[in-house]
């Protein structure tokens, strides 16, 4: 059990640190950049929203199969598979959430910002101060996103016994069993996990307001 639950918060930890790295960058350029292609952006990051992780893991698993177009890497069946599924997953919905959070900001602190001269490098890290917990709830939404998925995880970790099998893919094993009781303590721990991502994001959120 502890064995999987740490790979579970491995994981998914690992694909949203990436997938913030990704799109509060993103993020940023969509509320204070001035390039057309902000829309773009923007738009696949709604989109992304009603991506179905099953269509993502497919997608995934295709790719790295042995006769895939990267199935030299022989990545399938690996964490590492798990996490870019999991990324892909959690982009929109952290990019999303962060555009509302930098949009919440007070729309006339970059304009005195500028006024003031203050150089762009150093007016861009007080905005992002700024909006620093929003931002932080913002990548835990995506962490419970993440650790709550199933169906990608299936596809393109195999459920393998001590090597990809995280609480979600150990759960649907179990009530395939018929070990209702082993089911029910996955759940119980991922339940955990999640009253405690939800509970620092709604922590975060009161502070920020």
Request: charged letters at 10%.
């Amino acid at each position: 059990m502890a064995e999987i639950a740490a790979l579970s918060l491995a994981v998914s930890t690992t694909a949203t640190i990436i997938a913030s790295a990704l799109a509060i960058p993103g993020a940023f350029w969509i509320v204070y950049g001035r390039a057309k292609a902000r829309a773009v952006l923007l738009a696949c990051f709604y989109v992304g929203l009603g991506l179905p992780p099953v269509a993502v893991g497919l997608l995934i698993a295709f790719a790295f199969w042995r006769s895939g177009p990267f199935g030299r890497l022989d990545l399938l069946y690996t964490p590492a598979a798990m996490v870019l599924a999991q990324v892909i997953v959690v982009v929109p919905i952290v990019g999303t959430l962060a555009v509302v959070a930098l949009r919440a900001v007070d729309a006339a602190l970059p304009l005195q910002l500028r006024a003031l001269g203050v150089p762009t490098a150093v007016r861009r890290r007080l905005l992002l101060r700024e909006a620093a917990p929003g931002l932080a709830a913002c990548a835990l939404a995506g962490l419970g996103r993440a650790i709550a998925e199933v169906g990608a995880a299936q596809m393109t970790g195999g459920n393998i016994e001590g090597q990809t099998r995280v609480l979600t893919t150990a759960t649907m094993l179990a009530v395939g069993r018929g070990e209702f009781t082993q089911a029910f303590g996955y759940v119980a721990v991922l339940l955990g996990i999640m009253a405690l991502v939800t509970g620092g994001t709604l922590v975060l959120q009161a502070r920020w307001r």
